[in-house]
């Protein structure tokens, strides 16, 4: 499958980087809650290989996902990497050794993400890569400006390309904007969470890229009889329809969804090509306002 065939097409998140809007997202490939090696590297290898070749040109990645682990399976599945592949990465974070995540915006600790980042990845520069400011489940609020200009600097020498920001609020982008282009947003979004609604609007107004994580639920998947209702008329599944919902939602929405499964990751594409109906599309709409999760 070529990339002009994948659901959506394409988006340029700058003029020297444009996307499949559906990517493929690495977290899964590390062991058990994204920590340690996986139980099968071949399998994960396989993963990254099919994306490629079913025309994927967006990963989405970090060097703490394992840690390292992640970064050095796409490496060796991938390396040397196509031309039209872009690799996305995050830093902002790191494990524990009990594999908690902790926040890691230090000027030191950013710098040394990069560099691991390009290390691990085998690159000389990072296509984008995302400031993650807060964590999923403690959200911050405080001013982005030091690390954001950390990473800016990092810009500047020539090891980083473009620069997001991930886990933010509207005034934080504004900040990161007053210090360099700011070229996508990666937030908790999908069709029961929908607190971006307005900030995905004011982005595709901008051009800029929103990348929703968790788009199936994360840690609690998404329940609600709407949803099993609709993908029941439509003969398909509660996965295909909410990543088909979000590309429908705006076209500044980009898709990360991840797997280690090749099945999974054809029925994920697969799943994206789908139409929703003006009715379902509403129907749909109202699980937001009903849902608890």
């Not at 809007?21 to 920590?35: K, S, T």
């Not at 840690?219 to 996965?239: I, K």
């Not at 994206?272 to 109906?277: E, V």
Request: charged share 20%; net charge negative.
């Amino acid at each position: 499958m070529a990339a002009n065939t994948l659901p959506s097409g394409t988006f340029t998140i700058a003029d020297d980087l444009t996307v499949t809007r559906v990517g493929y997202g690495a977290m899964q490939l590390a062991g058990p809650h994204v920590f340690g090696p996986p139980a099968d590297r071949d399998a994960a290898i396989e993963v990254l290989r099919e994306a490629v070749d079913l025309g994927i040109t967006h990963i989405d990645t970090s060097d703490y996902y394992g840690p390292h682990v992640t970064n050095q399976i796409i490496k060796e599945a991938l390396h040397p990497y196509p031309d039209d592949l872009h690799i996305v990465t995050k830093v902002g974070a790191a494990r524990d050794s009990d594999g908690g995540w902790n926040r890691a915006l230090e000027p030191d600790q950013l710098r040394q993400a990069v560099h691991d980042n390009l290390g691990n990845l085998g690159l000389d520069s990072l296509d984008v890569v995302n400031l993650r400011v807060g964590l999923v489940e403690d959200p911050q609020r405080e001013s982005i400006a030091e690390p954001f200009g950390v990473l800016a600097e990092l810009q500047q020498e020539g090891l980083i390309k473009h620069l997001g920001v991930s886990t933010v609020s509207a005034e934080q982008i504004a900040e990161a904007q007053t210090i360099s282009t700011v070229v996508c947003v990666q937030n908790l979004y999908n069709i029961a969470n929908r607190t971006d609604d307005d900030l995905i609007d004011s982005l595709a107004a901008q051009g800029i890229a929103y990348v929703p994580y968790f788009p199936l639920g994360g840690f609690f998947p998404l329940q609600s009889d709407t949803l099993e209702s609709v993908a029941g008329r439509l003969d398909t599944t509660p996965m295909a329809v909410t990543l088909a919902w979000l590309l429908q939602r705006s076209p500044n929405i980009l898709l990360i969804p991840g797997t280690s499964s090749v099945a999974h990751l054809h029925d994920n594409v697969t799943g994206a090509a789908l139409t929703i109906p003006e009715d379902e599309l509403s129907e749909l709409n109202s699980i937001a306002s009903n849902s608890s999760v």
